[in-house]
């Protein structure tokens, strides 16, 4: 049961990082630095909960609500700042789900896939949902990076306390990411019927 409970922690923590990269990773290592329902004490993922790390992600966390507020969205999402921000998810992503296998002693790379896998998932259900979200909006969508801050911090925080949480999440934004890929081809086909 507890192999179950560290993946299902894995999985929603590392899907949660890949929604937005930085808050849920200082809520995670701060409920792990509380030893709150995870702790990587003792473990090579120790950093994880450790003051230094924190605080790297709540000035990185802060740090791009300062370029969002200042740099529009498109930029900051495509090309070499989206770059950026993607690879830092799967990177949280990895080293959560492993260090959530770590503390009880698994091996750990198959936390590394399955951390890039579930990061993956949340980045390729929220990014254009966002884009299409803010197209919509348009000078309204100044919120958008709040909401979704704030989704990303709760499906952590909710992954950790209720690790059941973390597998329903993933299974939420595979059915974001077929529903926009369907809005796609739908979009297409019309587009084809009007030439």
């Excluded at 993607?86 to 790379?109: E, I, M, N, Q």
Aim: overall charge positive; hydrophobic content about 60%.
């Amino acid at each position: 049961m507890h192999l179950a409970f560290d993946i299902f922690q894995g999985v929603g923590v590392a899907a949660a990082v890949g929604i937005r990269p930085f808050l849920p990773a200082l809520a995670a290592g701060a409920l792990g630095a509380g030893d709150v329902e995870i702790h990587f004490d003792h473990t090579d993922f120790s950093f994880l909960q450790s003051a230094p790390f924190l605080l790297a992600m709540a000035v990185c966390a802060i740090a791009l609500a300062l370029l969002e507020r200042r740099a529009p969205a498109e930029r900051l999402e495509r090309g070499l700042g989206g770059l950026i921000l993607a690879a830092t998810s799967l990177a949280l992503g990895a080293l959560f789900f492993a260090g959530s296998l770590s503390r009880g002693h698994y091996v750990v790379w198959p936390g590394i896939v399955g951390g890039v896998l579930c990061a993956l998932v949340g980045i390729a259900a929220t990014r254009p949902l966002l884009v299409r979200a803010r197209a919509r909006l348009g000078g309204d969508a100044a919120l958008l990076p709040v909401f979704a801050e704030g989704i990303a911090l709760l499906v952590a925080v909710l992954s950790v306390l209720a690790p059941p949480v973390g597998p329903i999440v993933v299974l939420l934004l595979l059915w974001l990411v077929w529903a926009g890929r369907s809005r796609e081809r739908q979009k297409y086909a019309g587009l084809r019927i009007l030439r």
